[in-house]
């Protein structure tokens, strides 16, 4: 199995940053895509930033300019970096992984998500 924890959310003013970090673990042979999404109440789930296993980054229009995606291979970990934040920021972030396991099986996994509320 693998699993991914992540971390980093809280309570931050508008204008704010914060880094979210969310790491792989268990049977994992290779971590390919690692994305982080985000839902706030009422809402649907919605791409924040995506790092594919080939090194590209995308972000959704909103976060453009306020957010950095970077990742450790070597630990397996991706982290969101958020700058110049807004209260409709306010949300769950959850992270994906699509990884290949130890068993050579193709996996799709999602981390428990972390609350980031922004203040105004």
């Known amino acids: 199995q693998v699993q991914l924890v992540e971390s980093g959310g809280g309570l931050v003013q508008a204008g704010g940053s914060l880094r979210l970090s969310c790491a792989a673990s268990g049977s994992i042979f290779r971590v390919n895509a690692m994305v982080w999404y985000r839902q706030a109440p009422g809402a649907q789930r919605e791409l924040v930033a995506h790092?594919?296993?080939?090194?590209?980054?995308t972000y959704a229009d909103s976060m453009k300019g306020r957010c950095t995606i970077s990742r450790d291979n070597a630990k397996n970990t991706v982290y969101l970096q958020m700058n110049s934040l807004r209260p409709e920021d306010t949300a769950v972030y959850y992270c994906?992984?699509?990884?290949?396991?130890?068993?050579?099986?193709?996996?799709?996994?999602w981390g428990q998500g972390t609350l980031v509320t922004v203040s105004s």
């Open positions: 790092f594919t296993s080939d090194g590209f980054t």
């Open positions: 994906n992984a699509n990884c290949i396991s130890t068993a050579r099986t193709y996996l799709e996994v």
